[in-house]
Nanobody, 132 residues
Framework: QVQLVESGGGLVQAGGSLRLSCAGSGRTLYTMGWFRQAPGKEREFVATITWNGGKTFYADSVKGRFTISRDNAKNTVYLQMNSLKPEDTAVYYC???????????????????????????WGQGTQVTVSS
C-alpha cells in the first residue's frame, strides 16, 4: 500500500520561508510533485520533479521562489519555499506517479505533469498560511 506523508507546513509571515517534506513508501514512485488548494479554489500545480531529479517543472506563480528536490534513498521529496506571499496560503498536497513515462518534448511533458489526473497517489495535505 502506497503512503505519502507530508510535513513542514505552518504559519509564517510574508517574506518568510518554509520547507515541506513528503515521505513515500510502498512501491517505486517516479515523478513526484506538489499541488496546492486554497479555500474555494481548484487544486493547482506547484512543482514536480522526475525520477532521477534531472528535470523540474514549476508553475509561473512560484518560479524563482520555490525549489523542488528529492532524495531517492529516503523516498522523500522536498519543497523549499522562500519569499512567501499571502497568496501562497493553501493546503499543499504531495503527489506521485507510479509509472515511468517518457515524453517527446518539453511542452507536452510540462502540460501533462502539471495535471492533477497525471498522478496516482496523494498525501493528506499540509496547511501553509502566510500572514501579511
Amino acid at each position: 500500500q502506497v503512503q505519502l506523508v507530508e510535513s513542514g507546513g505552518g504559519l509564517v509571515q510574508a517574506g518568510g520561508s518554509l520547507r515541506l517534506s513528503c515521505a513515500g513508501s510502498g512501491r517505486t514512485l517516479y515523478t513526484m510533485g506538489w499541488f496546492r488548494q486554497a479555500p474555494g479554489k481548484e487544486r493547482e500545480f506547484v512543482a514536480t520533479i522526475t525520477w532521477n531529479g534531472g528535470k523540474t517543472f514549476y508553475a509561473d506563480s512560484v518560479k524563482g521562489r520555490f525549489t523542488i528536490s528529492r532524495d531517492n534513498a529516503k523516498n522523500t521529496v522536498y519543497l523549499q519555499m522562500n519569499s512567501l506571499k499571502p497568496e501562497d496560503t493553501a493546503v499543499y498536497y504531495c503527489a506521485a506517479d507510479s509509472v515511468k513515462r517518457v515524453y517527446s518534448d518539453y511542452t507536452t511533458e510540462y502540460t501533462t505533469r502539471s495535471k492533477v489526473n497525471s498522478y496516482d497517489y496523494w498525501g493528506q495535505g499540509t496547511q501553509v498560511t502566510v500572514s501579511s
